[in-house]
């Protein structure tokens, strides 16, 4: 059955520091993945999604992911943290053939300090 | 666009009563999607809709909980018997097909006492 791995329950980064959060998958086809972004009492946002294709995927608000497959991995990347982006944040996968729910990781937690 | 819009936001119930909590999905959206969080489970799937059937229940508790789409513009999500372990943010999601992206509402934080 598929999997997901968020390795950092929390991480802290300065504000303009680059951000780097860590998604492993674990499934033996290709999958379906996203990340979600959520704030404190609000849904889930959609950050960005890979769908097969370029392994560099670009989202909003400056994220981006790379999706590798010797890996296993799909990591959220960011040039220059804003406090704005303290929250947490879910990596999903999706089968993507016959069913299409989500495994969620655990999340991770980021704060951005001054 | 309104977004996936759920009510109640908030909802207290007594152990043994019954909770039903609605979900309306974006326009055009023909996936539906539940989900439950907890900080101890995270985020857990429990059902899901394709063009108002049900697809795959595998995720709900199989005695209290039940779900339902009775028209294309709402589902709903019942849950029997509340015990205190059913405490959770129940999330709604649609997608506008199976294989897209999917779209969470702001979820219905259920208190069972």
């Known amino acids: 059955a598929q999997s997901v791995t968020q390795p950092d329950a929390r991480v802290t980064v300065s504000e303009g520091a680059s951000l780097q959060l860590r998604c492993k998958y674990s499934?033996?086809?290709?999958?379906?993945l996203f990340w979600y972004v959520q704030y404190p009492r609000q849904g889930l946002q959609l950050l960005l999604k890979?769908?097969?294709?370029?392994?560099v995927v670009q989202g909003v608000n400056g994220f981006e992911a790379e999706f590798s497959k010797s890996n296993s991995s799909f990591h959220l990347r960011k040039a220059s943290v804003h406090w704005s982006d303290w929250a947490v944040y879910f990596c999903a996968v999706s089968i993507g053939t016959g069913n299409y729910k989500y495994v969620f990781g655990a999340g991770t937690r980021l704060k951005v300090i001054a | 666009n309104a977004g996936v819009i759920q009510t109640p936001r908030h909802k207290v119930t007594g152990k043994g009563q019954e909770a039903t909590l609605w979900c309306e999905p974006i326009s055009g959206h023909s996936a539906v999607f539940w989900y439950r969080q907890t900080i101890v489970q995270g985020l857990e799937f429990l059902t899901y809709f394709r063009n108002q059937a049900p697809i795959d229940d595998s995720g709900m508790p199989k005695e209290r909980f039940s779900a339902q789409m009775p028209n294309q513009s709402h589902s709903t999500l019942k849950i029997q018997s509340t015990q205190p372990q059913d405490s959770a943010v129940y999330l709604c999601a649609s997608s506008i097909g199976v294989w897209n992206e999917q779209y969470f509402g702001p979820g219905t934080r259920l208190t069972v006492l």
């Open positions: 499934y033996f086809g290709t999958p379906y």
């Open positions: 890979y769908y097969p294709g370029d392994p």
